[in-house]
C-alpha cells in the first residue's frame, strides 16, 4: 500500500542544478527512507532520517523532516547526469513489521 | 561482495504455464521480501519472510505463493500467469530498518 505522495511526478534539470523533491505521509512513521532506482534495475537505499530527527546530509544529499506536517524533502546538489533516476521516499510505522509503505516516486532527468 | 542476486534477470513465460523466481542473499538479513513493481509505479510488497514466518499482504492474489527453505534463498511461484502478472519482480532483504534489493527479474507473458 502507499502512503506517500511525491512532488513533482517528474522533474527535469541541467547538470550543476540542484534537484528538491517533496515527499507527504499520513501516519505516525518510526523513520523515513529515500531510495534510487536507475532505469530497469532494483532499488538502492540513499539515506534515513529518524522521526526525532530535522535535517541529515549525506555527501550531496540533504534531507529534511517536518513531523508536525508529515513530509520530507531530498535535496541533491550539484547534480549529474549520473544522477537521473526515479527517486522514491517509504517510511515504516510506529509497529515493528518491517514493512515499508513506499510514495509514488519523482522521475529526475539531469540534462548534459 | 555481500548481495542480493536474483536469477533469472529476463524470464518470457506463457499464459497459464507456472513459473519460479529465485532470490538468494550472502547478507544473513533475517528478513526477505518479494515486490511487484509495474513501470513508473511504487513497488508493490506481495510478502515478507520475518526469519521463518510467512506474511502475506491482504491484496495478493492467491496466484501468487512464496517459499523460503533457509535463510539465503527465497523463491516466488506464480502458479498461473496472466498478461497482468507482467512486472518487474524485486527480492529485497532487511536486518533493521534499510531494505537491499536485488536487480530484479523482468517477467514477460505471452
Known amino acids: 500500500s502507499q502512503q506517500g505522495e511525491e512532488d513533482p511526478q517528474a522533474l527535469s534539470i541541467q547538470e550543476g542544478e540542484n534537484a528538491t523533491m517533496n515527499c507527504s505521509y499520513k501516519?505516525?512513521?518510526?523513520?523515513l527512507q529515500w531510495y534510487r532506482q536507475n532505469s530497469g534495475r532494483g532499488l538502492v537505499h540513499l539515506i534515513l532520517?529518524?522521526?526525532n530527527e530535522r535535517e541529515k546530509h549525506s555527501g550531496r544529499l540533504r534531507v529534511t523532516l517536518d513531523t508536525s506536517k508529515k513530509s520530507s524533502s531530498l535535496l541533491i546538489t550539484a547534480s549529474r547526469a549520473a544522477d537521473t533516476a526515479s527517486y522514491f521516499c517509504?517510511?515504516?510505522?510506529?509497529?515493528?513489521?518491517?514493512?515499508?509503505?513506499w510514495g509514488l516516486g519523482t522521475s529526475l532527468a539531469v540534462n548534459p | 561482495d555481500a548481495m542480493v542476486i536474483q536469477n533469472p534477470r529476463y524470464q518470457v513465460t506463457q499464459f497459464g504455464k507456472p513459473v519460479t523466481l529465485s532470490c538468494s542473499q550472502t547478507?544473513?538479513?533475517?528478513?526477505m521480501y518479494w515486490y511487484q513493481q509495474k513501470s513508473s509505479q511504487a513497488p508493490k510488497l506481495l510478502f515478507h519472510y520475518y526469519d521463518k514466518d510467512f506474511n502475506n499482504e491482504a491484496d495478493t492474489p492467491d496466484n501468487f505463493q512464496s517459499r523460503r527453505p533457509n535463510t539465503s534463498f527465497c523463491f516466488l511461484d506464480i502458479r498461473s500467469p496472466g498478461l497482468g502478472d507482467a512486472a518487474m519482480y524485486l527480492c529485497?532483504?532487511?536486518?533493521?530498518?534499510?531494505?537491499?534489493f536485488g536487480p530484479g527479474t523482468r517477467l514477460t507473458v505471452t
Open positions: 517509504a517510511t515504516d510505522g510506529t509497529g515493528n513489521n518491517r514493512k515499508l509503505i
Open positions: 547478507l544473513n538479513h533475517n528478513v
Open positions: 501516519t505516525s512513521i518510526n523513520n
Open positions: 529485497a532483504t532487511s536486518k533493521t530498518h534499510e531494505q537491499y
Open positions: 532520517i529518524r522521526s
